[in-house]
Nanobody, 124 residues
Framework: QVQLVESGGGLVQAGGSLRLSCAAS????????MGWFRQAPGKEREFVAA????????SYADPVKGRFTISRDNAKNTVYLQMNSLKPEDTAVYYC?????????????????WGQGTQVTVSS
């Protein structure tokens, strides 16, 4: 069982930045693809970004490309999401997820473990 704990959410003005962190309990953290998803009120959960276990490959949803950066530190069992140029439409609960797989995926069903989520609110 992998436990994931997100942190770093909060309230920020449009154009600002936040960095989310997700700490994992798993010793073989580097074996896991890590993803970030988000869910806004009244909407379905959507893919944001993902990174391969080695960190060598990443993928982003179109709405966040060029603004968000996913990274990981396998020595610290932590994945990050740096969010710049934030917009009100980025407001959501952000979840990190771990998938025991090699290839990254934007499909939430391919992830095995989920964190509890952290709220990000962007004011206009």
């Amino acid at each position: 069982q992998v436990q994931l704990v997100e942190s770093g959410g909060g309230l920020v003005q449009a154009g600002g930045s936040l960095r989310l962190s997700c700490a994992a309990s798993e010793r073989t953290f580097s074996n896991y693809v890590m993803g970030w998803f988000r869910q806004a009120p009244g909407k379905e959960r959507e893919f944001v970004a993902a990174i391969r276990g080695s960190g060598g490959r990443t993928s982003y949803a179109d709405p966040v490309k060029g603004r968000f950066t996913i990274s990981r530190d396998n020595a610290k069992n932590t994945v990050y999401l740096q969010m710049n140029s934030l917009k009100p439409e980025d407001t959501a609960v952000y979840y990190c997820a771990a998938g025991n797989r090699y290839y990254i995926s934007s499909d939430a069903n391919r992830y095995d473990y989920w964190g509890q989520g952290t709220q990000v609110t962007v004011s206009s």
